[in-house]
């Protein structure tokens, strides 16, 4: 079965203002050279900590960024060669799950209207037929088609973004970039959601990236695990690998910093020292070296490339690559 997305060298750098009396320009590597695969039906977790690139990742995928550099294959076409007209009937099976449910509904429309805009743009059926759609999706995510003429304030912030899911779900999508979907919502409606999610997947053979800074969510949710630091990938697995023998000692300290609620069990904790390098001036070698408790002289000089160390599993360490 051939991947619905991939995605090779990505590249996505703004520009930084510049400073009194400098001559040369600076810029953020939001994305510095990131590379994955997605299959058809499948869920790939992109887990780091907050400004690694996540998100400026899933809106390159989605092109609502403009990448500066590499390949994104999407149902194999390269998509980064189309024109916006060319785009225009691709963007119905690629959308989008927001992390703030409240901010990405428009307040001035009802909730027939917000998810009937998108079938009006891409020319989907009749007025009747469009209400027959709306009618079943908003069922199908646990919204009664009765409340469908409120507006977004009269709902809660579970049901708003039930109301996203069924915005997305109502174009018949191949992919979904889920951006940080229950991050946003009390810990009581987040495994709702989360099963809603996975449900939906299963009834419609959809693909997920889903961008997490949980890795609880990422467990839950994913088949394979990205790992992310500073703009680069840094472990890919498939989730079963990352969880039980991660590799790279980034990865290493952010499942040992999941709390437990088992109050006797001990858990060794890894305590990072340092900041995060600024993306303006990243480390020389490394990205991860001036925290790494594991660093050694390759690490402060030579850029990690990627290393298979298992059958589907790669790690950018100096420490796998002899």
């Known amino acids: 079965m051939s991947n619905l997305l991939e995605v090779s060298h990505l590249k996505k750098y703004f520009p930084a203002r510049k400073r009194v009396l400098s001559k040369r320009d600076s810029y953020i590597r939001a994305v510095d050279d990131v590379s994955f695969v997605l299959g058809r039906g499948e869920t790939l977790g992109l887990v780091g900590e907050s400004g690694c690139g996540k998100s400026t990742t899933g809106r390159c995928v989605l092109r609502l960024l403009e990448a500066d550099e590499g390949q994104i294959l999407f149902d194999g076409k390269n998509i ?141 949710l994913s088949d394979h695990v990205a790992v992310m630091y500073l703009g680069k990938i840094v472990e890919l697995a498939n989730d079963r690998d990352i969880y039980t023998s991660p590799k790279h000692p980034y990865t290493q300290f952010l499942l040992s910093s999941i709390p437990t609620l088992d109050a006797k069990a001990k858990v060794k904790r890894n305590i990072l020292s340092g900041e995060v390098p600024s993306p303006l001036s990243p480390p020389e070698g490394c990205c991860f070296a001036p925290r790494c408790p594991k660093r050694f002289d390759p690490c402060r000089t030579k850029v990690p490339a990627m290393h298979q160390v298992a059958s589907g599993h790669s790690v950018a360490c100096h420490l796998y690559s002899g």
């Open 80 to 220: 980064r060669e189309l024109t916006q007209a060319d785009m225009r009937p691709l963007r119905k099976d690629m959308q989008i799950i927001f992390q703030d449910p409240y901010a990405s509904l428009n307040p001035r429309l009802t909730i027939r209207e917000i998810i009937e805009e998108g079938l009006i743009v891409h020319r989907v059926g009749s007025r009747t037929e469009r209400q027959d759609l709306i009618e079943w999706v908003l069922k199908r995510v646990g919204i009664l088609p009765s409340l469908m003429d409120r507006y977004p304030h009269e709902f809660s912030g579970g049901q708003r973004q039930r109301i996203g899911i069924a915005r997305t779900l109502v174009l018949g999508p191949k992919l979904i970039v889920a951006d940080e979907p229950v991050s946003a919502l009390d810990v009581s409606i987040q495994a709702q959601v989360m099963n809603l999610l996975v449900e939906i997947q299963e009834e419609y053979k959809l693909s997920y990236l889903v961008i997490a800074h949980d890795l609880a969510v990422v467990e839950y």
